[in-house]
């Protein structure tokens, strides 16, 4: 009697559907599919129910962002709880919609072959840790700048304001970051409270709202108020910034025209536009322009910055 031993092949096939939503499926084997459709199937594999840990480095490299936000995290924040998941990311969605509960900060220094790697203890924490949240701002998602235009860029927007929101702000009165106007003012006084507030942490102008918190209303049809400020955000500012415009009803038929603005780079008035919009933001009100502030004006007016046109 012979006994002849044989090495069988895996027999284990791995196919992924890759056909649009809403067309007939198209299974492909693993070894027809691209570096990215191969690590998605192999993830897909690797976060089926399991206790292991699981350890990833930069699933970014090969995975778009649509799949990490709709197919890992969701499934990601289900497992959490029964097992650990540890990823190395430049990817802001993972940490931060993964509800990580602990990130750390690499600071990295030298050479590949010598270089060497450090971890602050103010790198240490989850996302409601202010060091740890100010890291993640400012590494994974390029800065509080980068993040908000993106936001604009993309059309999204922030929460809407509601009357009871309008009604406390406009009882408050004007300060450092709130300014009440009329609708009837020239485009270019409107460019240049929109550079005042910008020059500080951003802010909002109430339009149809007088400087005794008395509310007139737009005297305008509320898609005219807004093709004008938004006009006069393009076309009087440069590079044109793009503000929030929403609407809230008021008493009767009066309509308060909101514009707000968010904190970006600091906005400094051209030589000629000097005299007359120099005057930056103090409280409620502008401080005359010293010396001191003209020349800072004038000296940080380059391409990288915004400008009154």
Known sequence: MRIEELELPPTTIIRLNTAP?????SWQVL???????????????L???????????????DLDNRFITEGLIPRMREEK????????THNANIPVLGDAELILGLTAAGGANGGKARIALEHMGSIDTQSVRELVEEILEGGKDAFETRR????????????AELIELIRNGESSGVEFKRDDIASEKLAGEVAALLNLEGGRILLGVEDDQTVTGLTWHPAKAEEWVMDTARTHLQPATIPYWETIGWD???????????????ISPTRRSAARYGSPRCGSGR???????????????SPDNFVLA
């Open 252 to 266: 009767g038929d009066k309509v308060v025209g909101i514009v707000s603005l968010p904190r970006t780079r600091r």
């Open 47 to 61: 976060l089926l129910e399991s206790e292991a840990p699981l350890i990833v480095d930069q699933p970014e490299d």
């Open 21 to 25: 939503a809403g067309e007939p499926p």
């Open 287 to 301: 401080q005359p322009a010293t010396q001191r502030v003209k020349k800072r004006n004038v000296s940080i007016n």
């Open 81 to 88: 709880c029964r097992r650990q998941f540890i990823f190395s």
């Open 152 to 163: 604009l860029k993309y059309g999204f927007r922030e929460l809407p304001m509601n009357k």
């Open 31 to 45: 070894e027809d599919l691209s570096t990215g459709q191969k690590a998605t199937a192999v993830l897909l594999l």
